[in-house]
């Protein structure tokens, strides 16, 4: 086996050397530091200046499909859409808003995507945006901590741990 010794090579051999490892710890280090600011499994995530914070799942009523709750914050000065939600904890998730018609009817409809419009929030709560989990893959209960993957057209990915609420509780974490 042949040993490479600096000690015995030329010195611009040595220092060209040197300065190539140097870049490749450079690079290795900035890598690391901007995965790390990716995700987090607190409920909140953000790289850049898109922020997801607030999230929390509603306890299940009927074991088959539960609401998501959360708070986005572009902090850019680029539109951005949130195009979807996976989780492994559900079959499917989809995006959805819901209103009340003029004659007081209650409605829950389907969307493509949802606009998050640069420089604000984009609040998902009860009788308006919100994501739906159905096929729940497990029972969740009280505590338990799902994990949610947002795909965002501008923004990319990020991954969020959200935990389960009783039903009805989410509005109060949203207010802060």
Avoid at 47 to 62: A, L, M
Avoid at 138 to 159: C, I, K, M, N, P
Wanted: proline letters at 3%; glycine letters at 10%.
């Amino acid at each position: 086996m042949q040993r490479f010794d600096l000690r015995s090579t030329p010195a611009s051999t040595g220092r060209s050397l040197v300065g190539s490892i140097r870049g490749v710890m450079l690079i290795v280090a900035v890598f690391t530091a901007s995965s790390a600011c990716s995700s987090s499994s607190d409920g909140s995530s953000g790289s850049g200046s898109i922020k997801v914070r607030s999230v929390t799942v509603d306890e299940p009523v009927n074991g088959k499909s539960a609401a998501v709750r959360m708070v986005i914050d572009n902090g850019t000065d680029t539109d951005d859409e949130l195009l979807k939600v996976t989780s492994p904890a559900a079959g499917m998730a989809t995006l959805h808003e819901s209103k009340t018609t003029a004659d007081g009817l209650a409605t829950m409809e389907g969307l493509d995507a949802v606009d998050v419009p640069a420089g604000e929030q984009t609040v998902f709560r009860s009788g308006g945006l919100h994501v739906m989990l159905e096929d729940l893959t497990d029972d969740l209960s009280v505590g338990d901590d799902v994990e949610l993957t947002l795909t965002f057209a501008e923004a990319g990915t990020r991954t969020v741990t959200a935990e389960v609420v009783p039903l009805g509780t989410a509005m109060d974490e949203m207010d802060g």
